[in-house]
């Protein structure tokens, strides 16, 4: 279903392009408008797709597996950096970030959609709004070491530690309304 409805979508692109290129001072609408048609029956085709994948039961319980585990391999981890932050060397404390940080921030990020369908928009927005903002604060840990500003590192270890702290909490306390 998808493929069809990606073939629909470039074909009518293609042929709109065409059909634009062959005169420059006139368009035959006749022809242009039905192709234009095709590729919006093929985009309303692959959003209805995506939307039934979406929901599926099969990948929300894989999803809402990958979100809790990342969340908490985030937390263990930042737990970490923040019991031995003003051990590392400020300009090494990215190099700590990206090892330590990276593969599950970008696994919860590829799964976050999921909540919405798992938890509802409200819970979605309570979680992510922790989750981003500790996200925004190891970004900030990550910048401000590049740069060498100690205190600015030390300052936002604690603050991001808080956030991410906060996602967890809400992220149980969604999975108990669902449960």
């Known amino acids: ?39 919006v029956v093929g985009v309303v085709l ?8 979406a929901k599926d039961s ?6 809402r597996g990958e979100l809790e585990s990342s969340l908490k391999n985030i937390l263990k981890n930042l737990e970490d950096i923040h019991g031995r932050k003003d051990k590392v060397p400020t300009y ?8 330590l940080l990276r593969e599950d921030l970008n696994r919860f990020a590829d799964a976050r959609d999921s909540m919405k369908h798992i938890f509802g928009l409200q819970a979605y927005a309570d979680i992510m709004s922790s989750f981003a903002a500790g996200e ?5 840990v990550w ?10 590192v030390l ?16 992220f149980e ?3 108990k309304a669902v449960s």
Request: hydrophobic residues 50%; glycine residues 4%; aromatic residues 12%.
């Open 1 to 39: 279903m998808k493929t069809v409805a990606y073939l629909l979508v470039m074909l009518s692109f293609l042929a709109g392009a065409f059909l634009a290129s062959l005169d420059k001072l006139a368009m035959d609408w006749v022809v242009f408008i039905p192709v234009m048609v095709v590729g």
């Open 46 to 53: 692959l959003k209805r797709a995506e939307a039934a994948e």
């Open 58 to 63: 099969t990948k929300l319980a894989h999803h």
């Open 92 to 99: 090494d404390m990215r190099f700590e970030i990206d090892r």
């Open 136 to 140: 925004r604060y190891i970004n900030r």
């Open 143 to 152: 910048s401000a070491s590049t740069d060498g500003y100690v205190d600015e």
């Open 155 to 170: 300052l936002y270890v604690d603050k991001s530690f808080n956030q991410f702290q906060h996602a967890l909490e809400e």
């Open 173 to 175: 306390k969604a999975v």
